[in-house]
């Protein structure tokens, strides 16, 4: 698995929470239980593209060792 997979689980299970929450305040009127879903969402995308950029980072990371060992064979 990538480098970033804790980061994204984490992050959508962050985004799931978020949505129930923002469901759960849009259904009893309470706007402020449905502004911290929102907000909970935001943040789960956040830790999802975390865990992108690590990945990303991970495969140029090796795509960089790949290539300096071939220069030094």
Known sequence: ???GFADKAKGKAREMG????EEWG???????TQ????ANQ?????????GNVK??????????RDV???ITD
Not at 26 to 32: I, V
Not at 35 to 38: L, Q
Not at 42 to 50: H, I
């Open 1 to 3: 698995m990538g480098e």
């Open 18 to 21: 978020g949505k129930a929450q």
């Open 26 to 32: 849009e259904a009893t009127g309470d706007r402020d």
């Open 35 to 38: 502004a911290r879903g929102e």
């Open 42 to 50: 935001g943040k789960g995308n956040l830790e999802q593209a975390k």
């Open 55 to 64: 990945d990303v980072a991970g495969d140029v990371k090796d795509k960089v």
């Open 68 to 70: 300096a060992d071939d």
